[in-house]
């Protein structure tokens, strides 16, 4: 038995992934879209470029992902993708790329469990806990 994250995207699913392929080093293994179903004809206009399904390797984590319709779309909420970063340097760069047109909800900082952790929402939706521990 596995478990993986699925994440729902208002419609930017193939930005989201190609984003994070490009800058936390990810790999794109799959990525299909509503017209590449044997039977497009049936998949409304306008809607054939979405994601249907996608899936990306980030740090020895794969995350699936899709397209819902923009009316159905929530950013995420409650639940975070928690990214454990190697120096206070990554971590500052990473937070720069995913706070970029984001939320913050915690800066960036030093706590007494991280030489540096904050907590985000990327432009995309999607929350994250950037985290570079303290040796425990």
Not at 89 to 102: C, F, N, S
């Amino acid at each position: 038995m596995k478990i993986f994250t699925y994440l729902n995207y208002g419609g930017n699913c193939r930005q989201a992934f190609e984003f994070y392929a490009e800058h936390l080093g990810g790999k794109i293994t799959m990525m299909q879209t509503h017209g590449d179903v044997p039977d497009p004809s049936q998949v409304p206009a306008g809607w054939k470029d979405a994601i249907l399904h996608a899936r990306i390797e980030i740090g020895g984590t794969v995350i699936f992902g899709a397209d819902t319709p923009p009316e159905r779309f929530q950013p995420m909420r409650s639940a975070y993708l928690s990214l454990l970063l190697d120096s206070n340097e990554q971590a500052e760069q990473v937070y720069a790329l995913l706070t970029d047109g984001g939320e913050i909800f915690m800066k960036m900082e030093e706590t007494f469990f991280a030489h540096r952790f904050a907590m985000l929402r990327d432009r995309f939706g999607t929350s994250w806990m950037l985290l570079h521990e303290r040796p425990m």
